[in-house]
C-alpha cells in the first residue's frame, strides 16, 4: 500500500533509537524556575505577581488580555524571586517571573496519564466549558509553534470547521516526546482529539502518523475500536519524510487539499492539533490543570542520560543537562528542538519553555560531516532546493535577495510563504545557508513594518 505524502521534502538520518525505547520519567523540581513571559505567538503576557510574593502550584503568573494570547502559571509551590530579563532560544531577551521553589512542597509531578479509559464521554462537556478550560490552562500549540489552542478550536461561524487533523507524525530528527506521549497516554490524547472534535464543531477526525512508528498505530487503532467504533475517527499512515509534520503538508498528505498561500487551516475547513497539545486538553478540561509541565527529549551522543523527561516548564537547560548526568564528551551544539529547525543556543541558562519538545546535544563529529566541513561556494543552479521545497519556492531567488538587502523583490518571491523547514539548506550541494538568509529576511521585513508602524 502506497503511503500517503506531499511534494518535496528530504530523508535525514532519524537518530531516533537514542530515546525512542526509554519511557517518560519526571524530574525533580530544580532549584530555580524561569517563566518567560514570551512563550506563544501573540501578545506577550504581563507579570501578575510580585517580587517576594509567595505562589502555589498552578497560580497564574503572568496574563494578557489580549484574544490572541496564553497565560503562563507556576509549576511549583515558592516565592517570587525578580521579575527581570532572561535568555529567550528566539527573541534574544524577554522579561521573565525568576521562582525559587520550596523542596519541601515540591515533589516529582506524576503524569495523569494513568487516570484515562475507553469509558471517557466528551458529552459530559460543552464547548463553552471545553473551550474555557482550555483559555484558562494557557494551552498554546506544543508541537513548537507555540498558537494560543483555544483560538484554533473556538467555533467561527465565518470560518466553520469540518475535519480535525491530529499531528502524530514527528517528523523531526531525534526527537520522540511525542511517540512516547502516543504509546503510553494514548487515552489521555484520545481523550483531548475528542474534547477538541466536540468544541470545535468537527465531525470528521484523522490522526497522521509516520510509517516508521507501527506501534503507535496499532495502538490508536485499538483505542479508537474500544472506546469510540462509532465515531468517524480514523487513523491515517503517511510516508516517513520531513516535514511531513508541517501543518500544510499533513494537510496535503492526509486530505489532499492544500492550504492556500499566506492562508491558514480554518480557511478551507481544517483544524489541525498536535498529540502533546491534545494531552494537555484533556488535563486542562477534567482536572483543570494549566500548562505547567511537558514531555522533553534529551538526546544525542554527547549525554550520557538519553531519554524522555516530563519536565517543569521553566527549568534551565543546564539543569535538565545535570538531571541526565552531564555531557560524556565535548558538545559542540546544544540545540533547542531537532537539528533541522531547532534554535542552537550558548546560554545553558536559558529556560525550557511550552514549545520546547526536546534538547539536541550534536558533537563536533555531528557538525562537521564533509557536507558542512566544505566552505560554501557560489550557487551552481541545480535546482535540488526547488525539488526538496514542500512549499514549492525558489529558495535561492528568496535567498539571494535578502543577501542584497532587496526585501520588496523577496516579498515578491514569497519570502512570508516560507515553513522554515531547512530541506534547501539540507540538500544544497554549495553548502548554502538558504533557510538562514530567508529567517533573516524575515527578521529583517518585520523590523520594518515595525519601524513604520
Not at 193 to 214: F, M, Q, W, Y
Not at 399 to 417: D, G, I, P
Request: net charge neutral; charged share 20%; with cysteine.
Amino acid at each position: 500500500m502506497r503511503r500517503k505524502a506531499f511534494k518535496g521534502g528530504v530523508h535525514p538520518p532519524e537518530n531516533k533509537h537514542f530515546t525512542e525505547f526509554c519511557p517518560i520519567e519526571p524530574v525533580p523540581v530544580p532549584q530555580q524556575i524561569v517563566l518567560p513571559l514570551v512563550q506563544h505567538i501573540g501578545a506577550p503576557c504581563q507579570p501578575i505577581v510580585q517580587k517576594k510574593e509567595k505562589v502555589e502550584y498552578a497560580q497564574c503568573v503572568g496574563k494578557a488580555d489580549a484574544y490572541v494570547s496564553a497565560a503562563i502559571h507556576s509549576p511549583v509551590y515558592g516565592t517570587v524571586k525578580d521579575i527581570a530579563l532572561a535568555s529567550h532560544p528566539v527573541i534574544g531577551r524577554t522579561m521573565a517571573v525568576y521562582l525559587e521553589p520550596l523542596p519541601a512542597n515540591n515533589p516529582p509531578r506524576q503524569p495523569t496519564a494513568g487516570q484515562f479509559s475507553s469509558a471517557f464521554e466528551p458529552a459530559d462537556y460543552s464547548p463553552e466549558q471545553i473551550c474555557t478550560a482550555i483559555q484558562e490552562a494557557g494551552l498554546v500549540g506544543m508541537g513548537g509553534a507555540g498558537f494560543p489552542t483555544r483560538v484554533k478550536i473556538e467555533p467561527n461561524p465565518a470560518m466553520p470547521k469540518h475535519t480535525l487533523i491530529i499531528n502524530g507524525c514527528e517528523c523531526e530528527p531525534y526527537i520522540t516526546c511525542d511517540y512516547r506521549v502516543m504509546l503510553e497516554w494514548t487515552w489521555q490524547v484520545l481523550a483531548g482529539v475528542r474534547l477538541a472534535a466536540h468544541a470545535s464543531g468537527c465531525r470528521t477526525i484523522r490522526i497522521g502518523i509516520e510509517d516508521n512508528k507501527p506501534t503507535a498505530v496499532e495502538a490508536f487503532e485499538e483505542a479508537i475500536s474500544q472506546s469510540c467504533p462509532d465515531e468517524d475517527i480514523q487513523v491515517v499512515v503517511v510516508k516517513t519524510k520531513y516535514p511531513q509534520g508541517g501543518e500544510r503538508q499533513l494537510i496535503k498528505s492526509v486530505l489532499g487539499e492544500q492550504v492556500p498561500t499566506g492562508g491558514i487551516p480554518p480557511q478551507i475547513g481544517i483544524c489541525v492539533l498536535n498529540v502533546a497539545t491534545c494531552a494537555a486538553i484533556a488535563e486542562a478540561v477534567v482536572f483543570k490543570q494549566p500548562l505547567t509541565h511537558r514531555v522533553v527529549t534529551v538526546t544525542g551522543r554527547a549525554i550520557a542520560r538519553p531519554g524522555n523527561y516530563y519536565v517543569p516548564i521553566g527549568m534551565s537547560v543546564k539543569d535538565l543537562i545535570d538531571h541526565c548526568g552531564g555531557l560524556t564528551e565535548q558538545a559542540a551544539k546544544v540545540v533547542l528542538g531537532g537539528p533541522m529547525m531547532g534554535f542552537a543556543i550558548a546560554d545553558l541558562s536559558t529556560p525550557l519553555t511550552k514549545t520546547t519538545g526536546a534538547l539536541t546535544i550534536l558533537t563536533r563529529e555531528d557538525v562537521t560531516e564533509p557536507k558542512y566541513a566544505l566552505q560554501q561556494t557560489a550557487c551552481i543552479r541545480c535546482g535540488r532546493c526547488l525539488m526538496s521545497c514542500p512549499e514549492g519556492l525558489n529558495p535561492t531567488r528568496i535567498a539571494h535577495a535578502v543577501k542584497h538587502f532587496r526585501m520588496e523583490q523577496a516579498e515578491q518571491y514569497y519570502l512570508s510563504a516560507c515553513i522554515e523547514c531547512g530541506c534547501c539548506s539540507y540538500v544544497c550541494p554549495a553548502h548554502i545557508e538558504l533557510a538562514g538568509y530567508i529567517k533573516t529576511g524575515k527578521l529583517l521585513k518585520a523590523r520594518e513594518k515595525k519601524r513604520l508602524a
